[in-house]
């Protein structure tokens, strides 16, 4: 899985816009300076990201983000995931999640059954990962 992804510093009161495979290891090398485009110092949070099957399709949804300069049609793009989906605290970092078409819903519910099914190992916890399991992928 690919991802666009929005991240803000609240001291510098600035978006910055990117894709990656990997959000927590980027948003690490973010916040130390890893990047040149944020190596400023300040503390960097995902407030917004979207999910891709491939790369190409995630650097072409973050260059159409870019390509806007525009911070109204940022902030437009987080206030509609704040209606939606709440906010998730990840190792202490909140991220909030948007999801395009129904092919990356599919990816997010496979990589949420792989994340149960990594979870799951007494037989019991086993019965409700096929339950899960076939709820998501055979209704």
Not at 41 to 51: C, F, H, Q, R
Request: glycine content about 6%; charged content about 30%; overall charge positive.
């Amino acid at each position: 899985m690919f991802y666009t992804y929005i991240i803000y510093s609240k001291s510098k009161d600035k978006y910055y816009t990117g894709y990656t495979e990997n959000l927590k290891f980027r948003l690490e090398l973010h916040n130390s300076g890893g990047s040149r485009s944020t190596k400023s110092g300040s503390l960097w949070k995902i407030i917004y990201y979207e999910v891709y099957k491939t790369k190409s399709e995630a650097v072409k949804r973050e260059y159409e983000i870019k390509k806007r300069k525009s911070r109204k049609y940022i902030e437009k793009l987080i206030s509609k995931t704040q209606k939606v989906v709440p906010s998730i605290e990840v190792d202490g970092k909140s991220r909030r999640s948007r999801h395009i078409g129904q092919e990356s819903l599919i990816t997010e519910l496979m990589a949420l059954f792989l994340f149960i099914l990594s979870l799951t190992t007494t037989n019991k916890s086993k019965g409700l990962r096929n339950s899960i399991f076939n709820l998501l992928f055979f209704q």
